[in-house]
């Protein structure tokens, strides 16, 4: 079978790309995907019972979906025919098809696998569906988007969903050291300029390599410092799409680390998604929103104190702007925090809509006419700044509500403390006047 790089058209002697010469040659040489690949992962259980299912492989880039998908087709016996979505039409996809029909003829299988799947539109997702129910083709599909959003709900029932994995520092390792093994050549590092290049590649074996193709380049016989490799390799912007999956991932992690406390874990999710560019507003919206869900009264600085640092953003800009940002960060994640407001604005929402007919009591009612007056409009209403104490402990519920019904319950941290026992006293007031 024709590797990639013969496919291209050039000479099997000419020089090849590192990546292309380390591609591994059976799924047992996959570095990173043991959870998929080895033991009771899912491949190798298929592989054990000689099956092979169709598959949508989710994960980030350099990972090796490709390659896991053309070493199964190898595997098992199947003819490999590669299908990219970004420059594949329904011409393309009908021809795939017929090919895989006549082998089937034949008596031989197609794996077809599609790469950037989800770049296909409903209607060309659909047209996979009876080529894989009738067995023509075995699809495996790989994506970097979240197939639950992306991918047509009938496809994803007929297909196993399989997570692949960024690779972590071991992997990334593990792949220098085939790298270094495969060129004869160690690379001339220091113990943290190679830790710093495992770092710059991010979980991306591709990516890695092609590094390591340019320290070579170097030529270098003296060790290189992790400063000077910073000067020598241009670091990529982090994968980070603000329209996509990783958007809501992110912001989700900032959110969740803010309501737990963790300022060092908040900042980190602050600045990994400024440096993959996305929009400081959008953060200092969210910002406000935690400011006002998670910390809410137990502390009323923090709001003021995230919209004080939006606006100081909207007069500086960036890059200056996005230091206030940050001390509403941690400001809001070392706060005490309580969403008894926020709960108690949806108690009070629901209330409001199953009892929205009901008139408030006759003695808060302004009366302003005669006819009013004698209609008892007003009527017996005490003036709470002439009462001992400030509270008179009158009922304002409307009169016909079933039961006097409780939508604030303070937390009891940081400044809710005060107002909880503020409130015990005033409900215990208003308890006594029933």
């Known amino acids: 079978m024709s590797s990639l790089f013969e496919a291209a058209g050039l000479e099997e002697a000419a020089p090849k790309p590192l990546a292309e010469r380390l591609r591994p040659t059976t799924l047992e040489d996959v570095i990173g995907q043991d959870h998929l690949l080895v033991g009771e992962g899912p491949i190798a259980r298929m592989r054990d019972q000689g099956r092979m299912a169709s598959l949508i492989l989710w994960g980030p880039p350099g990972v090796g979906k490709t390659t896991i998908a053309r070493l199964l087709a190898e595997d098992s016996g199947l003819e490999f025919e590669p299908l990219s979505a970004v420059f594949s039409g329904v011409a393309d996809l009908k021809k795939v098809f017929d090919r895989a029909r006549a082998r089937r003829q034949a008596g031989r299988g197609t794996l077809l696998f599609v790469d950037e799947i989800h770049r296909f539109n409903r209607a060309q997702q659909d047209g996979f569906l009876p080529v894989v129910e009738e067995g023509t083709v075995t699809l495996v599909g790989a994506t970097t988007e979240n197939p639950s959003f992306e991918l047509n709900a009938a496809l994803l029932s007929r297909c196993q969903v399989l997570v692949l994995k960024r690779l972590d520092d071991n992997a990334l390792e593990a792949l220098i050291g085939r790298a270094e093994a495969e060129t004869g050549q160690a690379l001339p590092l220091s113990a943290d300029a190679r830790a710093g290049l495992r770092a710059m590649a991010d979980g991306d074996g591709r990516y890695l390599l092609n590094l390591i193709e340019e320290v070579l380049t170097l030529e270098r016989r003296d060790e290189i410092s992790l400063d000077e490799l910073s000067r020598l390799l241009n670091k990529r912007a982090p994968v980070y799409d603000k329209s996509r999956d990783e958007h809501y991932n992110l912001i989700s992690a900032l959110h969740k680390a803010v ?40 502390d009323p600085t923090g709001l003021m104190i995230a919209s004080e640092a939006v606006r100081t953003y909207e007069r500086l800009g960036s890059p200056e702007g996005e230091l206030a940002l940050a001390h509403a960060v941690v400001h809001l994640s070392t706060s005490a925090k309580s969403n008894a407001v926020y709960i108690a604005f949806k108690r009070a929402m629901r209330s409001a809509r199953e009892t ?51 939508f604030y319950e303070p937390k009891g941290e940081g400044r809710e403390a005060a107002i909880k026992e503020k409130l015990a006293r005033w409900r215990a007031l208003r308890e006594t006047r029933r």
């Open 356 to 406: 929205g007919s009901l008139m408030p009591p006759a003695h808060i009612l302004n009366a302003p006419t005669k006819m009013m007056k004698e209609q008892g409009y007003g009527a017996g209403y005490e003036y709470d700044h002439d009462i001992e104490g400030g509270v008179s402990g009158q009922d304002y519920f409307p009169e016909d509500m079933p039961e006097r019904p409780v």
């Open 259 to 298: 309501r737990g406390s963790d300022p060092d874990a908040a900042l980190y999710w602050f600045c990994r998604m400024l440096a993959g560019g996305e929009d400081p507003l959008y953060l200092g919206r969210r910002i406000l929103r935690m400011a006002s869900e998670d910390i809410g009264l137990a």
